[in-house]
């Protein structure tokens, strides 16, 4: 698709590229003082945390294991179901492990909160998340979430690994989807 195809399809820019990798240094540099000298292991969830690992993890000071996990909720559309499937699930033992979740976006909680409480009966010695973006007004369920990259109003957003059916994902900023493309 062209950019000014794309552009026709996006109505607001609520995160630019620039600022997502300037809260990606802070956030960094928050968790290698709060993890050093621990057995630190990120997980991602897959697919919309691509991104956010890539960067977030390459911004870390020190090499850390990383593992991912699939799960869905949402399918083609653009709320949440509340169900949540496992797709892929981790290679990683969490015995003994301090986890952090890396997650793209907080909206109703529901899947984070599930993966908290999937997480905690694998014996892991700590979680905590660490979500780039958080939609306040969507919450469902409270989530406990240590490091959280920015708060965003309720409307839903594509890019930065961000997809609207499997699309937009590779956008470099984070966008408001105009709600002519989806209804
Ligand atoms: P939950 O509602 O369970 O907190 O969100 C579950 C998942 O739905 C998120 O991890 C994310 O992949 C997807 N999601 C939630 N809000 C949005 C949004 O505004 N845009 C997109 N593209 N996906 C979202
Ligand atoms: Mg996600
Ligand atoms: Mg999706």
Same mark, same amino acid.
């Given at each position: 698709?062209?950019?000014? @195809?794309?552009?026709?399809?996006?109505?607001? +820019? #609520?995160?630019? =590229?620039?600022? %997502?990798?300037?809260? /990606?240094?802070?956030?960094?540099?928050?968790?290698?003082?709060?993890?050093?000298?621990?057995?630190?292991?990120?997980?991602?969830?897959?697919?919309?945390?691509?991104?956010?690992?890539?960067?977030?993890?390459?911004?870390?000071?020190?090499?850390?294991?990383?593992?991912?996990?699939?799960?869905?909720?949402?399918?083609?559309?653009?709320?949440?179901?509340?169900?949540?499937?496992?797709?892929?699930?981790? @290679?990683?033992?969490?015995?003994?492990?301090? +986890? #952090?979740?890396? =997650?793209?976006? %907080?909206?109703?909680? /529901?899947?984070?909160?599930?993966?908290?409480?999937?997480?905690?009966?694998?014996?892991?010695?700590?979680?905590?998340?660490?979500?780039?973006?958080?939609?306040?007004?969507?919450?469902?369920?409270?989530?406990?979430?240590?490091?959280?990259?920015?708060?965003?109003?309720?409307?839903?957003?594509?890019?930065?690994?961000?997809?609207?059916?499997?699309?937009?994902?590779?956008?470099?900023?984070?966008?408001?989807?105009?709600?002519?493309?989806?209804?």
């Amino acid at each position: 698709m062209r950019a000014a @195809d794309i552009a026709d399809q996006l109505s607001t +820019v #609520l995160v630019t =590229e620039e600022q %997502i990798h300037a809260k /990606l240094d802070e956030i960094a540099a928050r968790v290698a003082a709060d993890y050093a000298g621990k057995d630190l292991l990120l997980i991602g969830v897959l697919k919309g945390a691509v991104m956010v690992m890539a960067d977030f993890s390459r911004a870390l000071p020190e090499t850390v294991p990383m593992d991912w996990m699939a799960v869905s909720s949402y399918g083609a559309a653009t709320k949440s179901s509340g169900v949540v499937q496992i797709r892929k699930d981790l @290679d990683t033992d969490l015995h003994g492990k301090h +986890v #952090l979740i890396v =997650e793209d976006i %907080i909206d109703s909680g /529901l899947t984070l909160s599930w993966l908290l409480e999937n997480f905690a009966s694998r014996g892991a010695e700590s979680i905590e998340v660490f979500a780039l973006l958080r939609k306040p007004d969507a919450a469902k369920v409270h989530v406990d979430c240590k490091y959280i990259g920015f708060d965003i109003p309720n409307e839903f957003v594509v890019g930065y690994g961000l997809d609207y059916a499997e699309g937009y994902r590779n956008l470099r900023d984070v966008a408001v989807l105009a709600p002519h493309v989806y209804s």
